[in-house]
């Protein structure tokens, strides 16, 4: 197996491209919510969270799990991703079909009906195209992915503008989003063929003991999709697209910065599936350390960051119309936090087949949610959703961590998380004297002190990047 320097380098590689897609996706959405203002970015808000609640049922958990049964010993990879494949495609046939049927017997007005219908394009090659995503994880081309993501961003980034120069209005701007999908689709398939031989593959039994593998996985994913994005959709029942517009900026962003922490994890799945199939606990620990020391490296300056200037940068993102999502961001990225963390011991309680046991803590937390959502929503609007948020995404990470630790003892050390909140508050301290800078300048200013302050107190060396840069190879 390839060690944590083999994953390091693929995860710079993939770093660097999916900050290219950061960039340009936050510029998307920066171009979406100038053109179409808040009642506008609320429909068009409205639209991707109603589709993500109808198609929970589409994911399975056959994303997560197809990276760790091509990883296994002795299993046949083409046969087994094949049978994946085909198992995604006839589930997404069946939620393209209940989306056409739901969508009509909604309260929406016809725009977002409409929009619903033509999302569905985009929702149903992504959910294909995720599945490949395994054999680039696996086989560490991580890069090559990023690159594909980076250039449909730019496809989307591209129409989009040319779209709302034309001005014509939220549908095209769908059909934008379409377009990039169906060119991310092709790559991804034609790459992935080549690694791994696809085919339209129906064994009944790889079926069915897929099922039954990812059955509790499937209950767990679909119980945290309809707390995550019920309350957007309960946001737009009770309040207004405006209100749907201003919450949903914010949500975006956490939603690029969870997909870029998503990518770097899923790389670290076929490890540990790996070291824990074959007993080897030393290397399990090690690759769960270096998951959370890249996790914490990342998560204290987003935290204070954020806090310092979250105003200011949702204008930057969004325009002034949208200067009060910033304070809305201040609550979403200690949510995000918890995402990150909860994301690692989920991988590894989905290493161990330990799925069942997350089901009863997610159906807790998704009804206790979802009736807070509707308690709360209809008064306090967007900031009760934001709160909500939170209090269950916490409670995901400590019941998943409780869950992990009776799999495996982490404990995990400290040090460099130590070293990233010092570095951290000197980055936090440079940019309170320069938060009313340009916020390009204050973002390069705080990255520039950050890690040089991080160096300085030994939080990586020299040495390391040369490892990773593929200076010094090392297997184990």
Known sequence: MINQINIGQNTIMQMLGRTGAIAVALITMGVITRYLGRDGYGDYTTIIAFLQIIWIFTDFGLQMISIQSISEKGADESEVLSNLLSLRIFLSIVSLGLTFLVTFLTPYPRIIKVGI??????????????????????????????????????IILAFTAIFAWLN????????AMNLGTVFLFIFIFYYANRKIKIKYRVNYRIWKKIIGKTLPLAITISLNLLYFKGDIVILSFYRSASEVGLYGAPYRVLEVLINFIYLFLGLLMPQITFYYSSKNFDALKKVMQ?????????????????????????????????????????????????????????????????????????????????????IFIPKYGFWAAAVITLISETFILATSFYIAKRIFVFKADLTLARKAALASLIMSLALYFIRTAPVLLSLALAVAVYFSALYILGGFSKETIFKIFNLKKERT
Not at 124 to 144: D, H, P, R
Not at 168 to 175: D, E, N, P, Y
């Open 117 to 154: 219908i033509f999302a569905s394009l985009s929702f149903f090659l992504n959910s294909i195209s995720v599945i490949l995503y395994s054999v680039y994880q696996k086989y560490l081309l991580m890069g090559k992915l990023a690159l594909a993501d980076t250039l449909s961003k730019i």
């Open 290 to 374: 270096f998951g959370y020391d890249i996790l914490v490296v990342f998560s204290f300056p987003i935290i204070l960051g954020t806090l310092l200037i979250g105003p200011q940068l949702m204008k930057f993102i969004a325009g002034n119309e949208f200067a009060v999502s910033g304070d809305v961001l201040k609550i979403l990225i200690f949510a995000t936090v918890a995402i990150f963390f909860a994301s690692l011991f989920g991988y590894l309680i989905v290493s161990a087949n330990k799925q069942k046991e997350t089901i009863k803590f997610y159906f807790v937390n998704a009804v206790i949610s979802l009736t807070a959502y509707f």
């Open 168 to 175: 014509h209005g939220l549908l095209w701007i769908v059909l």
